[in-house]
Nanobody, 115 residues
Framework: QVQLVESGGGLVQAGGSLRLSCAAS????????MGWYRQAPGKQRELAAS???????DYSDSVKGRFTISRDNAKNTVYLQMNSLKPEDTAVYYC?????????WGQGTQVTVSS
């Protein structure tokens, strides 16, 4: 089992920045992927960004160039730096941890961007 605790969401004006954190604990395999999905009201959950244990990153086109995902393997923590935020970034952001055969989710953190 893997437990994920997220922090860092909140309310920000358009153009502002926020940094999300996701700390993992429990049985963590050496090879895994962590990242962030987001779900806006009335929309499907979509992948925002992901990062492997070796540091390979992937971003959705909608956040590329504005969001940066990083990780601290010693702390089992993943970060999502979100810059130049737009109202359409408003969503609940869910941290996830994926290994072979298992996916674990955080409780979600609300990000609201006002225009």
């Amino acid at each position: 089992q893997v437990q994920l605790v997220e922090s860092g969401g909140g309310l920000v004006q358009a153009g502002g920045s926020l940094r999300l954190s996701c700390a993992a604990s429990g049985t963590i395999f050496s090879v895994h992927v962590m990242g962030w999905y987001r779900q806006a009201p009335g929309k499907q959950r979509e992948l925002a960004a992901s990062i492997t244990t070796s540091g390979t990153t992937d971003y959705s086109d909608s956040v590329k160039g504005r969001f940066t995902i990083s990780r601290d393997n010693a702390k089992n923590t993943v970060y999502l730096q979100m810059n130049s935020l737009k109202p359409e970034d408003t969503a609940v952001y869910y941290c996830y941890h994926r290994t072979v055969g298992d996916v674990y989710w955080g409780q979600g953190t609300q990000v609201t961007v006002s225009s």
